[in-house]
């Protein structure tokens, strides 16, 4: 069970644009810390990219001393370079959080929208308004990669807060997830 007061970093991984966003955790209410990105696709050394997304995570964690690290998971793309890109920009992220001794987790793009909107499918948009719905604030970032970030971050609340499976357990059907979880059961008379 998580801790009452806690900070969680979310990130969308980048090396055009990178998104971050935190959230602050006090009881049961949530609220929004920070979130902005990163645009190391202005850089021409793609290793100075790379050191750049390093310290920019290592200084959002020194900053604000998050308890929790997610990431959001590369998807399969057609572009093998892209996916060889993102895949380092990940890779320096996670090295920044494990550098500074946070336990990492990612999450699947899927999973993140269906975690905040319900729907896996949903659009940068629609999450980006349920993030705002949420979280209480007006201002619509300049780029979609900040409420990504955000969502990665929100969605890692929600898993730990009320998690349906226990990692490394695998369920045998409904009898053990009911098992497994009776505060999940409604009655229906």
């Known amino acids: 069970m998580p801790k009452n007061n806690r900070i969680i970093l979310g990130i969308d991984p980048g090396t055009i644009i990178m998104g971050y966003g935190l959230i602050s955790i006090t009881g049961n209410q949530v609220s929004l810390l920070e979130m902005g990105v990163l645009q190391p696709g202005k850089i021409k050394d793609s290793y100075k990219k790379l050191q750049l997304i390093f310290n920019t995570v290592s200084g959002l964690i020194t900053k604000y001393q998050p308890d929790a690290f997610a990431i959001e998971a590369p998807f399969f793309g057609k572009n093998v370079q892209s996916m060889l890109k993102l895949g380092r920009a990940q890779g320096v992220a996670i090295a920044a959080a494990m550098r500074h001794g946070l336990e990492v987790t990612e999450y699947a793009p899927k999973k993140v929208k269906q975690s905040i909107t319900g729907n896996g499918n949903a659009n940068k948009e629609q999450v980006s308004k349920m993030l705002q719905q949420i979280l209480h604030f007006t201002e619509t970032p300049q780029h979609y990669d900040a409420t990504d970030a955000l969502a990665v971050a ?23 997830f009911i098992a497994n979880n009776p505060g999940r059961i409604k009655t229906v008379k």
Request: aromatic share 14%.
């Open 154 to 176: 929100l969605c890692h609340y929600f898993q730990e807060k009320n998690p349906t499976v226990t990692p490394g357990k695998k369920e045998a059907g409904w009898a053990a």
